[in-house]
């Protein structure tokens, strides 16, 4: 009976009915958690050691204080990773690399608590099938490979991942702001994450207005992501 209790209560199903339980925003907190310790690993075991070959170019910002060489860079370049990682180091004055060994894994938890909140927002999943996507998601190569140097282009596609349940489906003032304020975000973080958002936000406008489905919710949509269509 023991091990049966124990087994309920450490399985998947049984994780994921502790998830359900949970509000969103816990849950959100536990996965973020979860992926911040994965990709913690690789950092503990390579010590003072950066990982990747990008590591060093960032460093190198994050000295220099230098985001914008020119004023045009604010329109023409995708800075908002080296704006961010600046003024951390600008506030915490902690060696770069050390800072880098902190947000590396910090990036990959926004994306694999991304990975959860696109399952159950967008595509309705139950806990046990998203937490199931998080896992697969987080242990897999492809994904840690891109987070070893590849900061910018993680920053791009954790926000990407919770700005696309709202896409099509904006109901509120609060929903048409976050959209607005997540696509921007996203122009300025990667460009490979814009193109992705542009086209998925156009595709799904263009298919619901070709079915004459098209929706205030979609007028919305096209609204929210016209500033960060203009400065892409």
Known sequence: MKNLNFHSRFSLGGLAARFDTLSGAKALSLLFFSGFLVRLIPELMAGAIPIGFDTIYYASVMKNGVVWAHWSSFFTSAWFFEALTTALYSVSQVDPFLLL????????????????????????????????????????????????????????????????????????????????????????????????????????????????????????????????????
């Open 101 to 232: 060994k902190i947000v590396a894994p910090a990036l990959f938890g926004l994306n694999v608590a991304g990975v959860y909140w696109v399952g159950r927002k967008l595509l309705g999943w139950n806990a046990k099938l998203c937490l199931a996507a998080t896992g697969l998601f987080a242990f897999q190569l492809a994904t840690l490979r891109i987070s070893w140097d590849l900061l910018p282009n993680t920053l791009g596609m954790g926000l990407l991942l919770f700005a696309l349940p709202f896409v099509g489906k904006l109901g509120s003032t609060r929903d048409f702001t976050v959209l607005a304020l997540l696509s921007l975000l996203i122009v300025f973080a990667h460009e490979y994450a814009a193109v992705a958002l542009i086209t998925i936000v156009l595709g799904v406008v263009a298919w619901r207005f070709a079915r004459k489905n098209f929706s205030r919710a979609d007028g919305m949509t096209l609204l929210a992501v016209l500033p960060a269509l203009s400065f892409f």
